[in-house]
């Protein structure tokens, strides 16, 4: 059977967006595609506040409107607020699909986390998140989405899987990233406002069963339980080897099934993904310790990161060709490597972003470089734009989130001016971020509704406006 996000783009929800494709939108007047205020899942005060705040700082009315549209998506349209069992509960769907997935719900409200100090409904809502995502661990650690029912089975094609399908899992690829992108967010939450009350046992169950996930995939003591084959005539959907996936010699680095754009790894040291574990065992470390006092369970995530981080810096890296050393896309412990880039983060690219490399840092530099060049088979560059994109979509499809995070990471006025110009001239006219768009036609795009990209967009605008704000006070 074949089904994967791409498959379900242009369902219910895609197309209700679609839609709302502004007519005239290079005209002058650009008027709101946010839902109205009723009929939005959530409101922040602080978020409306930050919108008016920023837009106004914005000189571009085609780069503002696309603000004002994207950053407040995941409030206005995905998220799901409850009770369950007398705690806030939080549901969050990637936007055009029914389905929480660990590291879209964590990414999407990453964005608002600033804001939380200033706003305490919007507190009840990351509290709802944190309790879901351990709630959501303990159902299946090594499932990557999820139902809004822990007792439903998948209203997805996954449920043909061969593979162990629990009531309330979604899909079961098994990913690294779908672990480490709660212990972010509930870093960044605990940083932001210093609130205890989301950290409660339950939520320290989720985390430990996650360290112990992550360390049961280093497979030192064996193959582990987690199998995963899909019927489906494309090598991206299934893992060889009775779905174990490809072989590997078993050197300390953590193996993972599929990759964050939800396509099988060819090698299972997925190297992003492996530095983004270190950078987030040791962020869980640190909530364990000062919000908990869980001394011992922060001992256990930095054993567990110290051990990646030897292995990373043993196994992980390649030749660039050139003389050079940069970090690998995929390796298996042999000596065999892959070099690649793909735009679902984390990515090699995007490393900065997740705390898992300092921008300045020279292997990073080399790799990102080597990443936004055609020794990526996944680079594209075209009429509309230049970028990365992946197999998940095609070959010849940039992702917008590649161009952004070249814009997070860039201290280049005039390499974030082009990002800034590719992202404005590349939306279709409909005023929202998109998965893909063809390198050279961006009216054929896939995905009118993905909250992600568009928080990482509004998340761009924000982080210039505070350390480069004469760019927003441009025209593009």
């Not at 009770?83 to 806030?88: C, E, F, L, M, Y």
């Not at 212990?183 to 169950?205: E, I, N, Q, V």
């Not at 490809?246 to 492996?274: M, Q, W």
Request: include cysteine.
């Amino acid at each position: 059977m074949t089904w994967g996000r791409r498959d379900v783009m242009m369902g219910a929800g895609a197309m209700a967006l679609a839609a709302a494709v502004p007519a005239g939108a290079q005209g002058t007047a650009f008027v709101s595609k946010r839902p109205p205020r009723s009929q939005r899942k959530f409101v922040s005060t602080a978020v409306e506040a930050e919108i008016r705040r920023v837009k106004a700082k914005i000189a571009d009315p085609e780069l503002a409107w696309l603000f004002e549209n994207c950053y407040p998506n995941t409030l206005d349209t995905t998220v799901q607020t409850g009770v369950v069992d007398g705690k806030p509960d939080t549901f969050v769907i990637t936007g055009d699909i029914d389905a929480m997935w660990l590291r879209d719900s964590s990414a999407q409200l990453q964005t608002y986390v600033h804001l939380a100090p200033k706003d305490a409904a919007l507190r009840r809502v990351f509290q709802g998140a944190l309790q879901r995502q351990a709630r959501c661990i303990l159902v299946d650690p090594y499932a990557n989405a999820f139902m809004k029912d822990t007792s439903a089975k998948s209203n997805l094609g996954a449920r043909d899987d061969l593979t162990e399908m629990k009531p309330g899992v979604a899909e079961r690829k098994w990913e690294i990233d779908s672990l480490c992108y709660p212990m972010r967010l509930a870093h960044a939450y605990w940083m932001a406002t210093r609130d205890k009350t989301p950290f409660d046992d339950y939520w320290a169950r989720g985390m430990m069963q996650a360290v112990a996930t992550l360390k049961e995939q280093q497979r030192l003591d064996g193959p582990a339980a987690y199998h995963f084959q899909r019927n489906n005539p494309s090598p991206t959907e299934t893992l060889m080897f009775g779905g174990f996936g490809a072989p590997t010699r078993k050197v300390g680095l953590i193996h993972s099934g599929f990759r964050p754009s939800d396509d099988a790894c060819v090698f299972p040291f997925l190297i992003p993904s492996n530095l983004f574990a270190v950078s987030a065992l040791d962020m869980l470390a640190t909530v364990l310790r000062e919000a908990r006092g869980d001394t011992a369970g922060a001992a256990q995530a930095e054993t567990l990161a110290a051990s990646v981080r030897d292995a990373l810096d043993k196994h992980g890296k390649m030749s660039d060709g050139q003389g050079g050393e940069v970090w690998a896309f995929e390796v298996n412990g042999f000596g065999d490597a892959i070099f690649m880039d793909d735009a679902n983060v984390p990515s090699l690219s995007a490393l900065p972003l997740l705390g898992a490399a300092d921008r300045n840092d020279p292997l990073y530099r080399r790799t990102a470089a080597l990443a936004w060049s055609p020794r990526n088979p996944y680079y594209f560059e075209g009429t509309a734009a230049k970028g990365i994109g992946g197999p998940h979509i095609g070959m010849d499809m940039i992702w917008p989130m590649s161009i952004i995070t070249r814009a997070f990471n860039s201290d280049s006025d005039d390499e974030i001016r082009e990002c800034l110009r590719w992202l404005k001239t590349t939306h279709g006219g409909t005023g929202f971020m998109h998965e893909s768009f063809h390198k050279d036609d961006p009216t054929k795009f896939t995905r009118s509704w993905f909250a992600w990209v568009n928080g990482l967009f509004g998340d761009l605008i924000l982080d210039l406006e505070r350390r480069k704000p004469a760019l927003l006070a441009a025209r593009y």
